[in-house]
């Protein structure tokens, strides 16, 4: 059921104090790469969430660099495509960039012009929420491009940072909190 696939991934994150700097917590997602059915878990329980909260989604968007980890696994699951918002600097072609700030550090986001129609509806994903500086990048690239976010979505949630808030209206889903 949906609490034994909880409890499963919630055993295949670990936790590293002061990495990659003195105060933060570092919430490690490897284990969860690395073992199938934790894995499989996390797909399962997102695939659910989609199913019963969003009648059609066009493109599954995931952020560099692990939402490309579960992010086409989600796509696949659900039959639709997977758009990926990248680090400036590494998408060739036209695209369009947006600046934004992190738990630890500064960073560019871009997306290549055309991998989003206006109107489109698209459900971004990533491994972790924590100021929401990230996947509010990512949705302004979608307000750029004029589609529509239907929501966020993510493994793990750091409650304390409020990235929530940083992210409304858009609605986020989270399997685990700390
Ligand atoms: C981490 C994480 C999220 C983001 C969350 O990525 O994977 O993408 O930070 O933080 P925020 O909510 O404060 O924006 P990071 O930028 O460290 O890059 P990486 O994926 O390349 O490791
Ligand atoms: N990205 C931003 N904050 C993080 C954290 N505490 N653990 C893992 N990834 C992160």
């Not at 590293?16 to 059915?37: H, M, N, Q, T, W």
């Not at 495509?81 to 992190?102: I, N, Q």
């Not at 949705?139 to 990235?163: D, H, P, T, W, Y």
């Amino acid at each position: 059921g949906r609490e034994a696939k909880l409890q499963l991934v919630q055993r295949h994150v670990r936790a590293f104090p002061d990495f990659p700097k003195k105060g933060i917590v570092f919430r490690d997602i490897c284990p969860i790469l690395k073992d199938a059915a934790a894995l499989k878990a996390v797909i399962d329980l997102f695939e659910e969430h989609v199913r019963n909260n969003h009648q059609h989604v066009d493109l599954i968007v995931g952020l560099d660099a692990r939402g490309f980890l579960f992010g086409p696994l989600l796509a696949q699951r659900l039959g639709i495509g997977f758009v990926p918002v990248r680090k400036k600097g590494k998408l060739p072609g036209a695209t369009v960039s947006v600046s934004y700030d992190l738990e630890y550090g500064k960073a560019e986001a871009e997306i290549q012009e055309d991998a989003v129609a206006p109107g489109q509806k698209v459900l971004l994903i990533d491994d972790l929420l924590a100021t929401g500086g990230t996947l509010y990048a990512a949705s302004e690239l979608m307000r750029k491009q004029q589609a529509e976010v239907l929501g966020c979505m993510v493994v793990i949630e750091l409650k304390e940072l409020n990235g929530t808030d940083k992210l409304k209206p858009h609605r986020v889903f989270s399997l685990i909190q700390y």
